[in-house]
T-cell receptor
Framework: GAGVSQSPSNKVTEKGKDVELRCDPI?????LYWYRQSLGQGLEFLIY????????KSGLPSDRFSAERTGGSVSTLTIQRTQQEDSAVYLC????????????FGPGTRLTVT | RKEVEQDPGPFNVPEGATVAFNCTYS??????FFWYRQDCRKEPKLLMS???SGNEDGRFTAQLNRASQYISLLIRDSKLSDSATYLC????????????FGKGTRLSVIA
C-alpha cells in the first residue's frame, strides 16, 4: 500500500520568507509526527498529532513554527520568517494504534534557507 | 545526560564480520525499544523491535538489559548492503507518543 508521502521533496527559500511543508500519512493511521534532521545530526521531535486530541507541540523550536492536521489526515508544517538555521530535512511519520506503535517515515522535505 | 546515547562510529568492518552496537538510555520509564536503519540521505526505517527476552531476525539479534538500561544490536555475517546508520530508539510510554532517537552509529562494510 501507499506509504507516507511528503511534498515538496526539496525547497529552497530566501531568509525571511514563509514555507509550507505537506505530509500525507498512511491511510488509517491515527498519529502523525513531525521531526527534523540537520546534517549529521539525530532526529529532533517537533510536534505530534493523535486523533482529535490537542497536538503535542513541545518540540517546536520557536513560535515561527506551527502545524495543523486537517480532517485527521493531511498535515501542514509552516515555518514563518525562515532563518538559515531552519535548513534541515523535515521528516513526517505516522503510526497506527495497534502493535508496537512503529512509526513509518516519509522521504522528507529538504529545506534550504539562503 | 542525553536521553539516548550511541557511539557514532564509524565502524568499518570487512564483509562476513560480526559487529555489535550498544546504546544506553537514561529514562528508566522507557517502555519500548527499537532499532531503525537510515541509509544516506534517506528516511529512517524500522529494522526491528527489541523485546525484553531478546529477539533475532535472520542475521540480526537485538537484546535489552533493563537493569543497566542498554540495548544492543548484533549483526552477523555482515553484507555490503548493511552499510548504513543504525539508530537506537526508545519510547517512554505506551501509546502514540513520540520516539526518542539516538544520533546513530555509522557502519561501513568493506569488500
Amino acid at each position: 500500500g501507499a506509504g507516507v508521502s511528503q511534498s515538496p521533496s526539496n525547497k529552497v527559500t530566501e531568509k525571511g520568507k514563509d514555507v509550507e511543508l505537506r505530509c500525507d500519512p498512511i491511510s488509517g493511521h491515527t498519529a502523525l509526527y513531525w521531526y527534523r534532521q540537520s546534517l549529521g545530526q539525530g532526529l529532533e521531535f517537533l510536534i505530534y498529532f493523535q486523533g482529535n486530541s490537542a497536538p503535542d507541540k513541545s518540540g517546536l523550536p520557536s513560535d515561527r513554527f506551527s502545524a495543523e492536521r486537517t480532517g485527521g489526515s493531511v498535515s501542514t508544517l509552516t515555518i514563518q520568517r525562515t532563518q538559515q538555521e531552519d535548513s534541515a530535512v523535515y521528516l513526517c511519520a505516522s503510526s497506527s494504534r495497534t502493535g508496537l506503535y512503529e512509526q513509518y517515515f516519509g522521504p522528507g522535505t529538504r529545506l534550504t534557507v539562503t | 545526560r542525553k536521553e539516548v546515547e550511541q557511539d557514532p562510529g564509524p565502524f568499518n568492518v570487512p564483509e562476513g564480520a560480526t559487529v555489535a552496537f550498544n546504546c544506553t538510555y537514561s529514562n528508566s520509564a522507557s517502555q519500548s525499544f527499537f532499532w531503525y536503519r537510515q541509509d544516506c540521505r534517506k528516511e529512517p526505517k524500522l529494522l526491528m523491535s527489541v523485546y525484553s527476552s531478546g529477539n533475532e531476525d535472520g542475521r540480526f539479534t537485538a537484546q535489552l538489559n533493563r537493569a543497566s538500561q542498554y540495548i544492543s544490536l548484533l549483526i552477523r555475517d555482515s553484507k555490503l548492503s548493511d552499510s548504513a546508520t543504525y539508530l537506537c530508539v526508545v519510547k517512554s510510554f505506551n501509546g502514540n507518543t513520540p520516539l526518542v532517537f539516538g544520533k546513530g552509529t555509522r557502519l561501513s562494510v568493506i569488500a
